[in-house]
């Protein structure tokens, strides 16, 4: 039984992998408004930067909200990296974790708060054309702060 479903899953991925066209964009069909970004090289920075056509100006805002966010948000993470060891430990321990729990959403809800913060920030300096692009911008935002360094592609 186990092997039947192993190879559905299988074929089923198998099936996904070899869609054509689909939802791409580009060439492919797709037919979506976002700008292709891609994940090669590149900073966060050059990749927004590319995608939203900013201006010098823009730039520059779009650089201050994000280090902005970036200062807001770094206690928080690390709050969320520590409460998150001591859910593990706590179910390690066998010892009850639902106030830890609770406190770990509430710092993802403070993390969110400062992402979409951010993202309003910059989607104001937006002129009317680069508007409909700011969607790509929406989607990175989420844990766009979790690292040391938003500009960076290391952690």
């Known amino acids: 039984m186990l092997r039947k479903i192993l190879l559905t899953g299988l074929l089923a991925s198998t099936l996904v992998f070899a869609q054509r066209g689909g939802g791409g964009g580009g060439s492919r069909g797709g037919g979506s408004n976002m700008p292709n970004i891609g994940f090669g090289g590149g900073t966060p920075f050059d990749k927004v930067s590319d995608a939203l056509k900013l201006s010098k100006d823009q730039k520059k805002d779009f650089k201050a909200a994000m280090d902005e966010g970036q200062k807001q948000a770094t206690p928080v993470h690390e709050e969320i990296l520590k ?29 969110a708060e400062i992402e979409m913060r951010a993202f309003a920030k910059v989607a104001e300096t937006l002129e009317e054309d680069q508007k409909p692009r700011a969607g790509m911008l929406f989607q990175m935002m989420r844990g766009f702060f979790a690292k040391k360094n938003w500009n960076t592609t290391e952690n």
């Open 83 to 111: 409460t998150r060891q001591q859910i593990a430990e706590a179910v390690a321990g066998g010892k009850s974790s639902e106030e830890l729990v609770k406190n770990e959403g509430v710092l993802e809800a403070q993390m």
